[in-house]
């Protein structure tokens, strides 16, 4: 592992009397892909929405390039590169794909000091993005909500491919993919993770996670319950930590 | 279908309230006597003035997927501010200012700031407390109604200072300045709402609340200034109202709050947010306005009004649920 991009130290939260997250602690360097593996109702997600800005932990410390980092909304994640894909997909259907893809970060010219939104140019960038990534969409003015959930799932992941950061966090991003965009969604993210972006992914297929992960952690019942190195475990290793018969196979914790 | 035929049909779709628009008004100058005159074309216009200006920061609201029901008594306490301020007769005070035109300004930004301060009130509470805004705004045209009787004491002011009064007067191709005032408002928002960051944050908003919060838009900020706006362009239909009565009476613009919420509706903005656009609520708004005027002309009982209004936003709605079946069979 290269320099840590992203520290945490101990990370708890709770709901009231229930913990969902009893201290968390990994690393995550430049350019290296983390799988994030767990049960249902481990807390991968809300480890995600922590990291993200969504939700506060109750305590714990997080370091991002070093220096202690929490951010409060999504948007102080992203001002530090924290790009999200969230599971239940976050796209305005009532709006078209470039609306979409711009979403708060919209290309603006000033006429007599008032922003005015550049259609053109973001269309054409929305058109470049899309085309590189083999993305077929008929209208780049269409709704979303007239969109397939392939099409849409396409459209948030060109989305992180494009706006890139520092770091990418994924939860389930494959849901609704096929098996020839799953591929190419796997391929996308190791692109990302050779421009020296660091990627953790959640996902339920250990296939997924064996293909495209450097480093599998998995976390049991709000902890750490496992972090290997990808070629240093198995599958059946793997599913072992989840379930929580053995510890074979697991690394140090933290 | 080929995409000439395509986009025609998408063309037609979106502006499908402008068509009505023409439709209707075609009927009527056929069938109507004395409908077919530039007079009374000006007067829908005209008569549109103020409810117009309404439906616009209704419209605002709505499509960032919230709800002011406060807009009608907002304008009542602006137009009550103005006429007690600046009437001679009734409970005015009858306040000069020197140069005469200084009333025209310091009027407008009274009843802006009155309207500004009340949707400030709102928007925190639905932003800050989370409380829902359909409670909220209602309970605001309760008690701001109820400010408006209490600061009148049930009584009216009239004339008002004719320096204002020179908007309801002096004309502009054949249009009073106060109609103007509710075109360039119309021009202004549209412009906003489909050009700039703002207006696409607005939308995007009412579409999907939770994503917009992801991508990092401060929803919390633009939901305010929405609630400001729709506020302070309600404090502007409200000077329009006094322009036009010549001062306030306590009951001014009562029932305003449900034809605006039909011209909106019919003009195409869905109540559940995110979709719509200004320029179809100025053709609901001039339709129900013509519709008004034909009733009026054919010398039907006022009464009957109300009735035609209802069925109308009835047919809006169920004109929505056709146009996006369709809608979804193109895609």
């Known amino acids: 592992m290269t320099e840590p991009l992203l520290v945490l130290e101990n990370v708890t939260k709770n709901y009231g009397a229930i913990q969902a997250l009893r201290g968390i602690s990994f690393s995550i360097g430049k350019g290296e892909v983390v799988a994030l593996l767990g049960d249902n109702g481990a807390g991968k997600s809300t480890l995600v929405k922590i990291i993200a800005g969504g939700l506060e932990p109750s305590s714990g410390r997080m370091l991002f390039e070093g220096k202690e980092f929490l951010a409060k909304t999504p948007a102080e994640a992203k001002a530090a590169g924290i ?37 053109r140019a973001m269309e054409a960038v929305v058109g470049k993005a899309l085309a590189s990534a083999g993305t077929r969409i008929p209208s780049l ?74 480093r599998i952690v998995v976390i049991r019942q709000g902890v750490v319950a496992g972090d290997v190195a990808r070629n240093k475990t198995s599958p059946d290793a793997v599913i072992n930590m989840i379930t929580g018969e053995t510890l074979a196979g697991a690394g140090p914790a933290g | 279908m080929n995409p000439r035929s395509r986009k025609a049909l998408e063309f037609v779709l979106d502006n499908l309230v402008w068509f009505m628009l023409v439709f209707v008004l075609i009927v009527f100058s056929l069938f109507v006597p004395n409908y077919f005159q530039l007079g009374i074309f000006a007067n829908i216009i005209e008569a549109s003035s103020v409810l117009g200006v309404m439906s616009i920061g209704l419209s605002l609201v709505i499509i960032a997927g919230h709800m002011d029901l406060s807009v009608e008594s907002v304008a009542a306490l602006s137009a009550m501010t103005v006429g007690i301020l600046f009437c001679s007769s009734g409970i005015g005070m009858g306040i000069q200012l020197n140069p005469q035109w200084l009333m025209v300004p310091v009027s407008l930004l009274i009843a802006m700031a009155v309207g500004g301060i009340i949707g400030a ?17 209602l309970a605001s045209y309760i008690w701001v109604r109820g400010l408006v009787l209490v600061i009148s004491g049930g009584r009216s002011a009239q004339d008002l200072a004719p320096a204002i009064r020179w908007f309801a007067i002096q004309r502009l191709a054949g249009l009073p300045l106060t109609a103007w005032i509710a075109v ?7 412009l906003i709402m489909a ?34 706006l729709a506020g302070a362009i309600a404090g502007l239909a409200g000077w329009l109202l006094a322009i036009r009565t010549s001062g306030a009476t306590a009951n001014l613009g009562v029932g305003l709050l449900f034809n605006a919420f039909a011209a909106v509706v019919i003009g195409g903005v869905s109540l559940k947010g995110g979709v719509g656009t200004l320029p179809g ?46 809608r979804q069979r193109l895609a």
């Open chain 2, 184 to 190: 360039a408002c119309f021009v202004l928002f549209s």
């Open chain 1, 141 to 214: 003015r269409t709704n979303v909500e007239h969109l397939s959930g392939g099409q849409r799932q396409a459209i948030e992941l060109n989305r992180f491919v494009h706006w890139g950061g520092k770091l990418v966090l994924l939860d389930e991003p494959f849901a609704a993919l096929g098996v020839e965009q799953t591929r190419r969604g796997l391929e996308m993210i190791r692109q990302v993770a050779n421009q020296g972006i660091g990627v953790v992914i959640i996902t339920h297929i250990m296939q997924q996670a064996f293909q495209v992960a450097d």
């Open chain 2, 121 to 137: 009130f709102n928007g925190y509470l639905v932003v800050k407390v989370k409380m829902s805004a359909f409670i909220i705004t």
């Open chain 2, 195 to 228: 050009k700039t960051p703002f207006g696409r944050h607005l939308i995007m908003i009412g579409g999907n609340e939770t994503a917009t919060f992801r991508a990092g838009i401060r929803v919390n900020r633009n939901l305010v200034i929405a609630f400001v």
């Open chain 2, 281 to 326: 609520v100025y053709a609901g708004v001039l339709l129900l306005s013509s519709i008004n005027t034909a009733i009026n002309l054919m010398g039907l009982p006022a009464n009957y009004t109300q009735v035609i209004h209802g069925l109308l936003v009835l047919a809006a709605v169920l004109l929505d649920a056709f146009k996006q079946t369709i």
């Open chain 1, 83 to 119: 790009e999200t894909v969230y599971q239940d997909l976050s796209l305005c259907t009532n709006v078209d794909v470039v609306a979409n893809f711009f979403m708060g970060r919209e290309i603006t010219r000033k006429v007599l000091g008032i922003p005015i939104l550049d259609e």
